[in-house]
C-alpha cells in the first residue's frame, strides 16, 4: 500500500486511496500482534521461545508503525512531490518487507538444515538491503542540504527520508532475531 501511494502520490484521490489502505494494513498488523500475545499467554508449548515469538511479532509490529509513520508524515509536511530519493527507500523498504516475509515462512521448518540456511540467507539479503537504504539516505541528505534551498522543503524531505530508512533497520532488526531463533532451534 505504500508503494502505491509513493507511485500515486500526484493524484489526490489515489493518494487518500493508498493513506487509507496504509492505515488499514498497520491496523491489521495491531490485531495480528495482539492476537499473538494473548495466544502467547494461553499456549504451555510453543515451537520456538515465548520470548522469541514476542520479540519477533512486536518488532515486526514496529514495521507497519513506521510506513504508516511516513505516510502520515507526507500528509501532515504537505509534501507536494516525491523526490527520487523517497522513492528508492520505498523499494528499498518494500523489497525488505518482501525478503522479511520469506524469512519469517521459513521459520514453519527451521528444524531442516536447508530450510534454516535458506532463512539465514534471506536475512542476509535484508542485511544488505539495509546496508543499501543507509547508503541511499546518506547521498539524498548531502544532495538535499546542498541543493534545496527551501529550508522547509529540508525539514520534511530529511524527516521522511529518516523514516524511511528505519524501516529498513527494523526489518534488519526483525532478521538478526529470526538468525537467533534458527540458532538456537536448529
Known amino acids: ?7 500515486n502520490y500526484n493524484d489526490p484521490l489515489l ?9 488499514a494494513a498497520e491496523s491489521a498488523a495491531d490485531t495480528v500482534t495482539r492476537e499473538v ?19 519477533l511479532i512486536n518488532t515486526m509490529d514496529d514495521v507497519a508503525d513506521l510506513m504508516q509513520d511516513a505516510a502520515e508524515t507526507m500528509a501532515l509536511y504537505d509534501v507536494r512531490r516525491m523526490t527520487e530519493e523517497i522513492e528508492r527507500l520505498t523499494d528499498l523498504c518494500v523489497k525488505s518487507c518482501e ?21 539465514l540467507k534471506t536475512c542476509e ?7 543499501d537504504a543507509d547508503r541511499v539516505m546518506r ?21 521522511i527520508y529518516e523514516l524511511l ?15 537467533g531463533v534458527i540458532l538456537e532451534n536448529s
Do not use: W
Open 99 to 119: 525478503r522479511l516475509k520469506s524469512a519469517v515462512a521459513l521459520l514453519d521448518d527451521i528444524g531442516s538444515a536447508k530450510t534454516a540456511e535458506a532463512a
Open 15 to 23: 493518494r487518500e486511496k493508498y493513506n487509507q489502505e496504509v492505515d
Open 125 to 131: 539479503e535484508i542485511d544488505q538491503l539495509e546496508t
Open 165 to 179: 530508512e528505519t524501516v529498513t533497520d527494523k526489518c534488519e532488526d526483525v532478521a538478526k532475531l529470526i538468525e
Open 1 to 7: 500500500a505504500f508503494a502505491n501511494l509513493v507511485k
Open 139 to 159: 547521498a539524498a541528505m548531502s544532495k538535499l542540504f546542498r541543493e534545496e534551498p527551501d529550508v522547509r522543503e529540508v525539514i520534511k524531505l530529511k524527516a
Open 37 to 55: 500475545n494473548r495466544l502467547l499467554h494461553k499456549t504451555f508449548i510453543t515451537p520456538i521461545d515465548r520470548e522469541q515469538i514476542h520479540s
